[in-house]
């Protein structure tokens, strides 16, 4: 009789983690509503998670800092041409070089409108880029007065929002260390309206300073 009851308590055993191993792998199990545990993360890993599940932890400033740490939103440049890119300090291939690029010919050109009638504003993916990796960054470019051209850096619900109100997607790749991102350079009026969007990294900068030509002459 002990014998048949050791049988039967194993065999129970082992159904029991049987089953306990391969709960919510099958078709209709809950795998798919566990949550992921809580634990410390460090700066990349958080980006990971972010991105990951884009829609559950995103805490809003409702404002962004510029490389002099001080607060800022598009709204401050109301009365000002917009030119608005999006890019990041830890950019590791061309794509955010190109677009800089760009944005250092159109201060160079505009140089003496700069600040008056034209506001060049870049805004950073990745949320860890503060005041001082922008301002770093920034001067390769010949950066030198936020006034003129300002890089911002926020909470990753105001970057999602204002990359998603101009059509800019972004994720992080934490196999490449690195933001897989869309190409996409705005032009905004004086009353923060969009006139024109350029993609990738090949538009046309005459194309852009037409735009602008025909914004200063208040045609639109």
């Known amino acids: ?38 634990i410390p993360l460090g700066p990349k890993e958080k980006l990971i998670q972010k991105f990951r599940k884009p829609d559950a932890k995103l805490v809003k400033k409702g404002y962004f800092l510029n490389q002099n740490g001080e607060k800022a939103t598009l709204a401050d440049y109301r009365g ?18 190109y677009l800089n690029q760009k944005m250092q010919y159109v201060a160079r050109k505009y140089a003496a409108r700069l600040g008056i009638d034209i506001q060049l504003v870049s805004v950073s993916f990745d949320d860890t ?13 010949e950066v030198t007065d936020v006034k003129k051209w300002a890089y911002l850096g926020g909470a990753a619900g105001d970057i999602k929002e204002i990359a998603t109100e ?34 990738g990294t090949d538009y046309k900068l005459q194309q852009v300073t037409d735009d602008i030509e025909t914004l200063l002459k208040g045609n639109k």
């Open 1 to 38: 009789m002990k014998k048949v009851l050791i049988t039967l308590i194993a065999v129970c055993l082992a159904g029991t983690a049987f089953a306990g191993e391969h709960e919510g792998h099958g078709e209709h199990g809950n795998y798919q509503h566990q949550e992921p545990p809580e």
């Open 80 to 97: 000002k041409i917009v030119l608005l890119d999006f890019t990041y300090s830890g950019c590791p291939h061309g794509l955010c070089q």
């Open 129 to 141: 880029d503060n005041p001082e990796k922008l301002k770093k960054f920034s001067e390769r470019f």
């Open 166 to 199: 101009y059509g800019v997607s972004f994720e992080w790749k934490p196999g490449d260390e690195a933001f897989v991102h869309t190409a996409r350079t705005v032009l905004l009026d004086r009353e923060g309206k969009k006139v024109n969007a350029y993609r």
